[in-house]
């Protein structure tokens, strides 16, 4: 069968009230669907995107050569099966690839947001995919499937909405961002913010897009080297030179260091700027025990079926951040989750990359 | 006994002959002396130092606050005993401290050398050194002991001149720099190239001091994440917000970031940013196997008593790194070498706080 993607842009003109007290008034949210939505609309799955990741995550568009970022996991046949389940992924709200962002026109004016758009959070993004749903009358999904800032997504769905989703699987993530996350971001902030071309944000994204910004390509440097591991370093770049000729040696450029330049710059191509500011905010500030007592008294909240899933390579999220909550939900008495570690040194970027290594968890999942 | 703290300027006008083949002439060395050399020139410590440090490794100026970087451990009836020993720090070539390095006159003119300095590598660094010894009558010293880079150049010593130091104590380094150090300092690289006020090397020294440059702040706050260790930042700021008072929690600063901040900031004031890029190129290019068939090869020049000290929680220079030197000496059947991994979890810069976990090393290799 096809995968039958289809995009829509939602309209909202209802306030969305965000954690922090301020109003989004009107917006719009982005969101992708593959497969089918049966009868009785029982066979929803929903999928979450990371930090520079967006509503496109299976299948491939006419004009471009590169699928969806999580294409190999979704499909007909594939650990999540179109066939089968009708998947929705949207574009969080504050991001730059169509949802209400930084650089969306603020009404009633046609100029960008800028710095008056409102902090966002990881529990924002989820509400407004919730009001989504409702109006596409989906009340309750089979599951919710997250990476990164995607696991922190369906983690906050899992307390927030306890009776949405049957099934919660959160990967490659954390109950609180830890200090050093926060640091990588830091980095990248800073890098941002001091760039002139970045004109503390009254920038033109068409100029950023042609040059680049070096700033942001700099924090981007920087976030890849929590993306991969020491190990995966190791064996894809070792010590070699990106040319052997001669004074290479003393003189040459590293291929690590022509890897983190070339996705550094490339980055700033085709992500904005002062987004990256504003979903570096929401991961930093993420912390699902906001609002209650306890991390104990979150995870008590959580009623769908769970599995939690960490990569023993991640730099960025510790595979014991997600052993932390095993641990919590074995002391309070939670009989329905599993915690698998998967053995990979491929770093954080292993739940973009290492599907084989945990695509049969989630099929298990699904199925079971 | 008095700590007997001594700076002198050595200038040379031989040429010293760099591995690229190029040279430098004429030259100055700054270096430091403490305690007392005895008749038979037979007490000698010599005392390497790190990437942004100087041969100011011990005692305090009279108009300083802040003690040499190694204070803890230099000086009378402490482990490298100043009573007993004379001790000399020189600061490296290609440094910004006195010796000549990028920013220092390029004669015959006076304007500085900037890009005309020529690539200095580690060993370039120990032959600076060791000519300078020999002017000083020196043929022969009791221990060389550094950490980091400090501790490349003792490894450098230990191989290229083995008949030259009795003992090499080398902690916190490596025998041939990793990726993820070559990435951690392309981060910095390219954010102090990038910045505009760096002016393409040809910035005011006075204006960057006074002002700060932001590329090179941004680039030391990612090389402050590869000197804490995860279980430090976590115990150190948590994720505590640098102040606690009502909204902080959605809009407030993390300790971790204020951290980062300052001491991003601060180092601009006291840090050369083209010496920056120069040493880190060093340190880049550094791998004490250069010139020889393999690690092996090189290794089997060491003669004197070696110790290796890793430090578990080193994202720098990862304690196997220098496991894999002590497997090589085994392996070699080297009988005179020990190596210990220190129990720390502070990260890279354990070899410059965690002194009480490993000065009775030094002590019993000095003594013993």
Redesign the interface.
Known sequence: MSLNLKTYTEHFTNPLYL??GRILEPYDIVYETYGTLNKDKSNVIVICHALTGSHHCAGTYEKDTKAGWWDGLIGSKKAIDTDKYFVICTNVIGSCFGSTGAMSPRPPYEQPYRYKFP?V?IKDMVKAQRILFDKLDIHRVEAIIGGSMGGMQALQFAIHYPNFAKKIIAMATTH?????A???N??AQ??IL???DFKQGYYDPDVIKEQGL??M???R??G??SF?S?DS??E????EYKRTDG?Y???GK????SY??YN?YNFTKWFDPLTYLYITKAI??Y?IS?GFDSLQEAMKKITAQLMLISFKGDMLF?NFEMKEMADVLKNIGNKNHTYIDINSNYGHDAFLVELDKFEHHIKDMLNG
Do not use: C, Y
Not at 236 to 239: L, M, N, Q, T
């Open positions: 954690e922090s902090v959070t609180a961002t830890q200090p050093w926060i640091a990588f830091k980095v800073e890098a001091k760039d002139p070096s700033g390509a700099v924090g440097m920087a890849h080297i991969l020491q370093m190791k894809k770049f070792g010590r004074l040696e003393l003189f590293f291929q690590v260091e983190l330049e550094g930093n500030i912390d906001r510790k």
